[in-house]
RNA sequence: CGGGGCGUAGCGCAGCCUGGUAGCGCAUCUGCUUUGGGAGCAGAGGGUCGCAGGUUCGAAUCCUGCCGCCCCGACCA
């Protein structure tokens, strides 16, 4: 892409209602623009990252078994007077009427529509397990919402539902997902830790939020420090075996880890204390396992080999990915803007042209910006009548991982200057080898 | 919902107390000069001062009501 025919608003200064790292960098990178309290239109290169965290999502999802299909925002508040949260649920969701004044309401999550969909077709035992999710946006009319697209009213939710005969094939759904979100987030450079969280009237130990360690976090969380070291399941990962699940699942629940809602201080006081971990936390997701809750209020059954009716056991998994991109901000930035990991970056490389106008940059960056392009490698070429310090700042802030600058001084030598954003490094290298060093 | 704060040009702000024809920086546009870390000079454009009432000869400024946004607390992907 070239800069000088893309949108990219940045700002020099910040918006005066940012007050959190990552919502101040988001509006001067030009990501996002509030059109409301806690309603954000996502701005192309907002959008970018926004996309390249859904597809990890997504990625790891099928990979785990999950299915995707797509529900609609807007549900009819028949399906939740079933299951009885019509009333239960409160002013945190928005209720709208349509033209025959029927009761709609903007979706806050999805079970009873999940369930409906799964009742009106999956009649036997032999169709489970089943594992449906969704990437929609969600609406929950917070009280307050804050900190950008980190606490918004409405955002985007991949919410993940299982369906199993029983229990113990239900747990094994569990874990399944308690796998893919470790994956999940360590791809986006990001090490969460799972927590025990509030498991409401089911009990027992199946619920777990997914927090990363950020100073801006909102919860303050308590954990061993081995936890950072742990080995995140691989790409290898066997799905299907019961066994490797739960001995993962029960080495990666083995130490402590909890934030203060479920902090227990006789516990954590009895970690060393070199492995004491005190800190903030941002949560990710959250997964969670229910049981019949909503297969007994909605009549969500199957028949099982026994021939009799089985209320499906179900869990439900949640990953906010237009919070993780502020969250990943939050983990990854320094002073001159955000940092991009690589997986998540909009663009891989930033190629600045130093001296547009110049015919011999203009030629080097034409040729690199054309090889890089057909290499697969996402580059945001600055090609902008803007002076280097501009394009410097500008490239800083919005946190390529790699920045490709030729200027006329280093070009006369044949060279140009690869720059790594996270680190700072910067090498003079050949222009013919500028290719080969981005693709290994 | 309780407490606090703020709405003046695209962004950041001053002006308000003590009413008198709306200002600064950045950004934008034009020209010249500059060209490796958000350049310099000269010029230009851009504002129903959040909205509605009221007081006054006169309101950004004083009064009343409303709306919007932000921060702190109780709730949450």
């Not at 803007?337 to 970056?345: E, F, H, K």
Request: negative net charge.
């Amino acid at each position: 892409m070239r800069l000088s025919r893309y949108f990219l608003p940045t700002l020099r200064e910040t918006p005066r209602e940012a007050e959190i790292v990552s919502h101040r960098l988001m509006l001067r990178a030009g990501m996002v623009r509030q059109q409301s309290a806690g309603i954000f239109s996502w701005l192309p290169l907002g959008l970018r990252v926004l996309n390249k965290v859904n597809a990890i999502v997504r990625e790891e999802q099928n990979r785990a078994g999950g299915v995707e299909i797509l529900m609609p925002t807007i549900q009819s508040a028949d399906l939740w007077r079933e299951s009885g949260r019509y009333d239960a649920y409160g002013r945190e969701m928005l209720r709208i009427q349509d033209r025959h004044e029927r009761d709609m309401l903007f979706g806050p999550t999805n079970e009873e529509m999940v369930t409906d969909i799964f009742r009106s077709y999956v009649r036997s035992y032999k169709d489970l397990p089943l594992n449906l999710y969704h990437i929609q946006w969600k609406f929950r009319d917070e009280i307050r919402p804050r900190f950008g697209t980190m606490r918004s009213r409405e955002f985007l939710m991949k919410d993940a539902y299982s369906f199993d005969l029983d229990k113990e094939g239900a747990r094994h759904a569990y874990n399944r997902m308690f796998a893919a979100y470790l994956r999940t987030f360590a791809r986006m450079g990001l090490k969460s830790i799972p927590m025990q969280a509030d498991t409401g009237p089911i009990g027992g130990d199946l619920s777990h939020e997914f927090i990363i360690l950020a100073e801006t976090g909102e919860s303050e969380v308590f954990c061993d420090r081995n936890y950072l070291d742990f080995e995140v399941p691989g790409e290898d990962t066997d799905f299907e075996s019961r066994e490797g699940l739960q001995g993962l699942f029960e080495r990666w629940t083995s130490l402590y880890a909890a934030t203060s809602e479920k902090h227990d201080a006789a516990a954590y006081a009895a970690i060393p204390d070199a492995d004491k971990l005190s800190a903030r936390g941002i949560e990710v997701g959250h997964i969670f396992y229910f049981g019949t809750k909503y297969s007994k209020a909605m009549n969500a059954a199957v028949t099982g080999p026994d021939g009799r009716e089985h209320e499906v056991h179900m869990g439900s998994y949640g990953i906010g990915p237009s919070r993780l991109v502020a969250a990943i901000i939050e983990a990854s930035h320094d002073e001159a803007g955000v940092i991009w990991p690589d997986a998540v970056a909009p663009f891989q490389v930033g190629l600045l042209n130093l001296k547009a106008g110049d015919s011999a940059t203009d030629a080097a960056c034409e040729t690199l910006y054309a090889e890089l392009s057909a290499a697969g490698l996402d580059t945001l070429y600055d090609d902008r009548d803007e002076r280097a310090g501009a394009k410097f700042t500008n490239a800083d802030l919005i946190g390529l991982p790699w920045q490709v600058i030729v200027g006329p001084k280093s070009l006369a030598e044949g060279k140009v200057e690869l720059k790594r954003r996270r680190t700072g490094e910067r090498e003079l290298l050949p222009i013919g080898d500028v290719l080969a060093r981005l693709s290994t």
